[in-house]
């Protein structure tokens, strides 16, 4: 759900739309709020979907894409993209690649909202965290990228605090597992699809609607939807279309404006404040074995933050000495 922007799996999405570093400050400041906007948003998500824990959800993602639908053509039309859509639905491999792409996310989506419905929030917090981890671990495996020394200690303390709490818990953390490689493997194959992110959220929203749309009527028929029995429910379903899609372009307003670097550290926003939402407002259950593996997580982030943004810079400045 929550794009991680410095890994190998989406540094070409975002280059491909960025400007020059030499950027207009105007465009910079405007695209650090929208960016900031939807880390936002998507950190207070949960907030959003507690109240829909009840519907099952499936059924829910369901509503995310049907409802998103018009919203991403809606705004292809005021971009003046409108003719871009039948060039890339005739383009069989970008479709079929926007299909995997679009049940991995329809997964990861369904793997977060079934987190909040169950009240392990604070387990999406950990999967977004460790994300960007798990990007530059498979841009080493499968892409051949080489690591730098931070960024591998970085990812063996991430992987330190995932096996301590497995062995405290007893049970390996599945939920966050699920997440962050239904996600790095949605940056990894989006990486191989030249198009851009609001054409690429309209292709897969579209892509997936033919299903949604028909397991939303069968739930209908059936008896069994959720949808117009109470108002309340009824308006946020609806309602997930545009909390869906708002923050995903206001994301990529903000990847267009603003440095890489930059964008990876906010990312991090999100997962905190879905933390802090879990544990202070949701009352999700806590333990020191808890605030230790988040503190370990947190210190791998600080070990691969350091790696992308000093480190390269003293490297730099010992090979000119």
Avoid at 109 to 134: C, D, E, F, K, R
Wanted: charged share 10%; with cysteine; hydrophobic share 55%.
């Amino acid at each position: 759900m929550i794009p991680s922007t410095t890994g190998c799996c989406e540094r070409l999405l975002v280059a491909e739309h960025a400007p020059p570093v030499t950027a207009a400050p105007l465009n910079s400041r405007r695209g650090f709020f929208a960016a900031l906007s939807a880390f936002l948003i998507w950190g207070f998500l949960p907030l959003y979907f507690t109240p829909l824990a009840a519907v099952p959800p499936v059924e829910l993602v369901a509503h995310r894409v049907v409802w998103a639908v018009p919203l991403a053509l809606g705004i292809m039309v005021l971009q003046g993209r409108w003719h871009e859509v039948g060039p890339l639905f005739r383009d069989g491999r970008a479709v079929r690649m926007m299909a995997l792409t679009a049940l991995l996310i329809a997964t990861n989506w369904a793997i977060y909202v079934y987190a909040v419905a169950h009240n392990i929030a604070s387990q999406a917090a950990l999967g977004y965290y460790i994300t960007p981890l798990m990007n530059v671990a498979m841009g080493a495996l499968l892409l051949g990228e080489r690591m730098t020394r931070l960024q591998m200690a970085a990812i063996a303390l991430a992987g330190c605090a995932v096996l301590m709490r497995t062995v405290w818990v007893g049970e390996v953390p599945v939920i966050g597992l699920a997440l962050t490689t239904s996600f790095a493997l949605y940056g990894y194959f989006r990486k191989t699809v030249p198009v851009g992110p609001t054409q690429g959220f309209m292709m897969e929203v579209m892509l997936l609607s033919p299903l949604a749309l028909g397991y939303l009527v069968y739930l209908q028929v059936t008896g069994q939807a959720a949808f117009g029995v109470q108002w309340d429910v009824t308006a946020m379903l609806i309602g997930c279309g545009p909390i869906t899609a708002v923050p995903l372009i206001l994301y990529a307003m903000g990847a267009k404006a603003l440095r890489l670097t930059t964008l990876g550290l906010m990312q991090y926003i999100a997962p905190s404040l879905i933390f802090l939402v879990a544990f202070t407002v949701l009352g999700e259950p806590w333990s020191v074995i808890e605030l230790v593996t988040f503190s370990m997580i947190w210190g791998a982030l600080a070990l691969y933050s350091w790696s992308i943004l000093w480190a390269p810079k003293e490297e730099e400045g010992s090979a000119e000495e």
